[in-house]
């Protein structure tokens, strides 16, 4: 896959403060990378240098072939950006300000206006600016980040203010937007709906990527348990099952269920012992590390090795 983004030992200094120190990476045509880490972290310096909006400190940065710190970035039409914080003139209406960003971008207006109904924006259309709600404002913000169909799209905090229905929906817009060759970097704090969604994790801390992978590469990493859910039938409140291996760390949950902490390794050794012990199993969950989880633990080791 093409890269349109690269990241090369970027450090940047804000007086004392250093806000990236050392990031190297690449993203490519097509990934959705999730972009995750505390606040300071560094996740928008990276996306304001990407937009050409502040030079590195040392380092270099590349998107689309280009230096966007450079006095004619070709590449910014080519670029999405929605801030964490959107803000808009509130005296336009909605329609009026899709139409402005459009000739900004020099994109014809009615595509531009089209996206209004794909955020649910439809309605409120000729409503000004001023009358939206926050979550109103925000998928506004996410229809201007859409004009153009961007090759590179920056999203920082997208889903704040929106509502399960239209997360669910923004989630459909940007995995499909990404199928069709565009590369997606978000950033976001609601990791519980980045796990299934996010090809690729980024995680920095203070500044320093600690770690960059799959979700799935991230575990093997890790090393963390996977909790092995069992619903056994005839067990007593407190009891455990006599093929539970001498120490292995398991406990109950409400009266009714046993849950192992299993090493990766042996989770096909523990559901084999579950299943070949003539044990009334009646239901069955396997639960590998979440991303909150592998998150903790890859901050815990940085701030270890620190």
């Given at each position: 896959m093409m890269t349109t983004v690269r990241i090369s030992e970027v450090t940047k200094d804000y007086g004392r403060v250093k806000a990236v120190r050392g990031a190297s990476f690449e993203l490519s045509q097509g990934e959705l990378v999730a972009l995750i880490g505390h606040n300071g972290a560094g996740k928008t310096t990276l996306m304001k240098l990407m937009l050409g909006l502040i030079r590195p400190t040392s380092g270099s940065v590349e998107v689309l072939g280009d230096n966007p710190a450079a006095g004619q970035f070709a590449g910014r039409r080519q670029l999405g950006y929605l801030p964490e914080n959107v803000s808009f003139d509130t005296a336009l209406t909605g329609r009026e300000t899709l139409a402005f960003y459009a000739r900004l971008k020099r994109e014809p207006i009615a595509g531009a206006l089209k996206l209004l109904d794909a955020v649910g924006l439809g309605d409120a259309s000729s409503r000004r600016v001023g009358t939206y709600s926050k979550g109103m404002r925000q998928r506004l913000g996410l229809a201007q980040a859409l004009i153009g169909h961007p090759r590179v799209l920056?999203?920082?905090?997208?889903?704040?203010?929106?509502?399960?229905?239209?997360?669910?929906?923004?989630?459909?817009?940007?995995q499909r937007l990404a199928a069709e060759g565009t590369t997606v970097l978000l950033s976001s704090h609601a990791?519980?709906?980045?796990?299934?969604?996010?090809?690729?994790?980024?995680?920095?801390?203070?500044?320093?990527?600690?770690?960059d992978g799959s979700i799935e590469r991230l575990r093997n990493i890790a090393r963390l348990p996977t909790k092995i859910r069992l619903k056994i039938a005839g067990l007593s409140p407190g009891e455990l099952p006599s093929w539970l291996p001498a120490g292995a760390p398991c406990r109950r949950l409400n009266g009714h269920f046993v849950e192992?902490?299993?090493?990766?390794?042996?989770?096909?050794?523990?559901l084999h012992s579950a299943t070949a012990s003539g044990t009334a199993v009646e239901d069955l969950d396997v639960i590998p590390p979440t991303l909150d989880e592998l998150y903790a633990h890859f901050l815990r080791q940085a701030e270890q090795t620190s």
């Open positions: 920056l999203l920082d905090e997208p889903t704040t203010g929106l509502d399960p229905e239209l997360r669910q929906t923004f989630y459909e817009v940007i990791l519980t709906e980045l796990e299934e969604r996010a090809g690729r994790v980024i995680i920095m801390n203070r500044g320093i990527k600690v770690a192992i902490d299993a090493e990766p390794d042996r989770k096909i050794e523990l």
